[in-house]
């Protein structure tokens, strides 16, 4: 099995795994993954993208330690004598297989860095660290080699598909990287880290635009960026279009792909159009039954779609589906199915059999840890159901849609003003209900100050700014009342550092996003909050690219 056979071989695998033949694509890159680089990080990549559970998780991680075996047999050999040679002479010429072994090894680490995670040791996180910081350090070295090769080497396929190979490397590193708060690229800094946004996603394109084995998943990188990243961990600004054509030609070449499919959906909802987006993660669903993951990301998509519109029938079926089937963040998944119920009415809840009051209680016992340490998220969850674990239990206030905020999904709601609209008179029937209760709880602050933050986020979207302020407004002279929910008056401020900037003040909202980045600490969801503060200052043209310098202050807007 030569280079160019290889390569060859593994395209045919990666249309399989695109046209939905998942099975087909193993067996065809499994007799030779002992003895074939790319057919050995063919097979891993899939059986890792397959693993459902811990069994399938430890298959996985067996066949990548196969696979970084496999890879090894192909690098480079660095003797004494040889290394020395080299520093005296200068020498980096590696041959074409060793500089394609170095690549494949270098994604094979990433991919065992990512399953280390899920173990929950310390050892896990250590190990899982220093296999990112190997993989990086080899995407540096082969850019180099890339760089320094003459022109008639670097006009060959191979080289090509070499070069493909470290422009996704680099550019996802430094696009991953981009993403993280100044105060941890400072200290990622001193052990070699970098990131620049715009260089990693020109990296990604070109990755995407070319004609190489690579470049499908450059391409699915970038719309994993466009359509989650950037939401997520983002201002909520998602560039739609942008998405749209980098996803055309895939749809174009593999129209029935689950991935191209859910993708497609997934840019439907971001436009506002739910209905055809709910139409199309059904469609991606009966499309393939092999990668089950798709499913549970289509439920997850659906749920929402659901709660956007209220159904809040048809969104518990969904998250139930969730609870039932998917093995990832268990806890999570079980507060947001009592989130949505919640929402019901007592009639509704009991033609479903479930015990609201018990579902609450069952979350903190199914708690996961990746890398050792709790997930945001699960943490979130944990503290605002630990309500319903006293004698009497006291129940949360319009739940599910705090938690469509924490996922940023306003901003997604926010582009139909009927469904704003519908919500902003569930908060104000919640608000209601406080005002009238004739036996406030101790939770009764927190949750009024929720539901004027919630109230405020709806306003603001309808551009009905002035009162969106006064409910942002109200929160903040609040603040010495609240007991548990410490997030809302940072979460707040941000909201209103965000207003004032719609309205043209940009002094004003840099104070306030100054006053939640700096003032406030040890508050749940802490950590989103600085990423999506670090993505208003990132959408500032950086003076200096270079992470360890301070960016001005004033830089948000």
Same mark, same amino acid.
């Not at 996180?125 to 990112?132: D, Q």
């Not at 396929?157 to 708060?181: A, T």
């Not at 909520?236 to 749209?244: K, R, Y």
């Not at 980098?246 to 792909?257: A, I, R, T």
């Given at each position: !099995?030569? $280079?160019?056979?290889?390569?060859?071989?593994?395209?045919?695998?990666?249309? $399989? /795994?695109?046209?939905?033949?998942?099975?087909?694509?193993?067996?065809?890159?499994?007799?030779?993954?002992?003895?074939?680089?790319?057919?050995?990080?063919?097979?891993?990549?899939?059986?890792?993208? %397959?693993?459902?559970?811990?069994?399938?998780?430890?298959?996985?991680?067996?066949?990548? #330690?196969?696979?970084?075996?496999?890879?090894?047999?192909?690098?480079?050999?660095?003797?004494?004598?040889?290394?020395?040679?080299?520093?005296?002479?200068?020498?980096?010429?590696?041959?074409?297989?060793?500089?394609?072994?170095?690549?494949?090894?270098?994604?094979?680490?990433?991919?065992?860095?990512?399953?280390?995670?899920?173990?929950?040791? /310390?050892?896990?996180?250590?190990?899982?660290?220093?296999?990112?910081?190997?993989?990086?350090?080899?995407? *540096?070295?082969?850019?180099?080699?890339?760089?320094?090769?003459?022109?008639?080497?670097?006009?060959?396929?191979?080289?090509?598909?070499?070069?493909?190979?470290?422009?996704?490397?680099?550019? =996802?590193?430094?696009? %991953?990287?981009?993403?993280?708060?100044?105060?941890?690229?400072?200290?990622?800094?001193?052990?070699?880290?970098?990131? #620049?946004?715009?260089?990693?996603?020109? *990296?990604?394109?070109?990755?995407?635009?070319?004609?190489?084995? @690579?470049?499908?998943?450059?391409?699915?990188?970038?719309?994993? +960026?466009?359509?989650?990243? #950037?939401?997520? !961990?983002?201002?909520?600004?998602?560039?739609?279009?942008?998405?749209?054509?980098?996803?055309?030609?895939?749809?174009?070449?593999?129209?029935?792909? =689950? %991935?191209?499919?859910?993708?497609?959906?997934?840019?439907?909802?971001?436009?506002?159009?739910?209905?055809?987006?709910?139409?199309?993660?059904?469609?991606?669903?009966?499309?393939?039954?092999?990668?089950?993951?798709?499913?549970? %990301?289509?439920?997850?998509?659906?749920?929402?779609?659901?709660?956007? *519109?209220?159904?809040?029938? *048809?969104?518990?079926? +969904?998250?139930?589906?969730?609870?039932?089937?998917?093995?990832?963040?268990?806890?999570?998944?079980? +507060?947001?199915?009592?989130?949505?119920?919640?929402?019901?009415?007592?009639?509704? /809840?009991?033609?479903?059999?479930?015990?609201?009051?018990?579902?609450?209680?069952? /979350?903190?016992?199914?708690?996961?840890?990746?890398?050792?340490?709790?997930?945001?998220?699960?943490?979130?969850?944990?503290?605002?159901?630990? @309500?319903? #674990?006293?004698?009497?239990?006291?129940?949360?206030?319009?739940?599910?849609?705090?938690?469509?905020?924490?996922?940023?999904?306003?901003?997604?709601?926010?582009?139909?003003?009927?469904?704003?609209?519908?919500?902003?008179?569930?908060?104000?029937?919640?608000?209601e209900t406080l005002c009238s209760d004739p036996d406030p709880s101790e939770f009764h602050a927190?949750?009024?100050?929720?539901?004027?933050?919630?109230?405020?986020?709806?306003?603001?979207?309808?551009? @009905?700014?002035?009162?969106?302020?006064?409910?942002?407004?109200?929160?903040?002279?609040?603040?010495?009342?609240?007991?548990?929910?410490?997030?809302?008056?940072?979460?707040?401020?941000?909201?209103?550092?965000?207003?004032?900037?719609?309205?043209?003040?940009?002094?004003?909202?840099?104070?306030?996003?100054?006053?939640?980045?700096?003032?406030?600490?040890?508050?749940?969801?802490?950590?989103?909050?600085?990423?999506?503060?670090?993505?208003?200052?990132?959408?500032?043209?950086?003076?200096?690219?270079?992470?360890?310098?301070?960016?001005?202050? =004033?830089?948000?807007?």
């Amino acid at each position: !099995m030569d $280079l160019h056979s290889a390569i060859k071989e593994t395209q045919c695998a990666i249309d $399989l /795994v695109l046209n939905n033949k998942f099975s087909e694509a193993l067996d065809l890159l499994q007799p030779w993954r002992r003895d074939s680089m790319y057919h050995a990080l063919g097979y891993s990549t899939i059986r890792v993208m %397959m693993a459902n559970d811990h069994g399938e998780l430890q298959v996985a991680m067996a066949t990548l #330690n196969d696979a970084l075996d496999t890879c090894q047999r192909f690098r480079k050999t660095h003797s004494i004598f040889g290394s020395l040679f080299s520093i005296v002479f200068k020498q980096l010429n590696p041959q074409e297989e060793e500089m394609h072994a170095e690549i494949c090894y270098a994604e094979c680490l990433l991919l065992k860095a990512v399953l280390t995670f899920h173990d929950e040791n /310390v050892i896990s996180l250590i190990k899982g660290g220093l296999n990112i910081r190997r993989s990086y350090g080899i995407f *540096q070295d082969c850019q180099k080699v890339m760089n320094s090769s003459e022109d008639k080497v670097s006009s060959s396929d191979l080289f090509r598909q070499f070069e493909g190979g470290v422009k996704l490397g680099i550019g =996802s590193f430094n696009l %991953m990287l981009s993403l993280l708060p100044h105060r941890i690229l400072r200290l990622l800094a001193f052990i070699g880290y970098s990131g #620049n946004r715009d260089f990693g996603l020109s *990296q990604l394109r070109e990755v995407a635009s070319s004609c190489t084995l @690579r470049s499908e998943l450059g391409t699915l990188t970038l719309l994993l +960026y466009h359509t989650y990243t #950037n939401l997520i !961990m983002g201002t909520g600004e998602v560039d739609v279009a942008g998405a749209d054509a980098l996803l055309e030609p895939l749809h174009q070449k593999y129209p029935n792909s =689950s %991935m191209s499919l859910f993708f497609s959906a997934r840019i439907s909802a971001l436009k506002g159009n739910f209905e055809k987006a709910m139409s199309g993660y059904e469609e991606c669903i009966g499309s393939q039954q092999e990668l089950i993951q798709i499913h549970h %990301m289509c439920y997850w998509e659906l749920m929402w779609c659901r709660s956007y *519109q209220q159904n809040w029938t *048809q969104a518990y079926r +969904y998250a139930d589906l969730l609870c039932k089937e998917s093995k990832m963040s268990k806890a999570m998944h079980v +507060y947001q199915k009592a989130a949505i119920l919640s929402m019901m009415s007592e009639d509704e /809840v009991a033609e479903t059999g479930e015990n609201l009051v018990e579902l609450f209680r069952q /979350v903190e016992g199914l708690k996961q840890c990746v890398a050792g340490k709790s997930i945001p998220a699960e943490k979130f969850a944990i503290r605002k159901s630990r @309500r319903y #674990n006293a004698t009497k239990p006291v129940r949360l206030v319009i739940p599910a849609l705090e938690i469509m905020y924490m996922w940023n999904s306003f901003d997604i709601l926010g582009k139909r003003a009927d469904f704003t609209e519908a919500l902003l008179v569930t908060v104000e029937k919640a608000e209601e209900t406080l005002c009238s209760d004739p036996d406030p709880s101790e939770f009764h602050a927190d949750d009024s100050c929720l539901v004027q933050m919630l109230k405020g986020v709806c306003l603001k979207h309808l551009d @009905r700014l002035p009162q969106a302020e006064l409910c942002f407004t109200q929160v903040l002279s609040s603040e010495h009342r609240i007991r548990y929910d410490h997030y809302l008056v940072p979460f707040t401020l941000f909201e209103l550092s965000l207003l004032c900037k719609q309205r043209g003040d940009v002094t004003e909202a840099t104070a306030h996003m100054e006053k939640a980045k700096g003032k406030y600490k040890h508050y749940s969801m802490e950590d989103r909050l600085h990423f999506r503060i670090h993505a208003c200052n990132a959408q500032q043209p950086q003076v200096n690219e270079s992470p360890a310098s301070t960016p001005p202050s =004033s830089g948000y807007f």
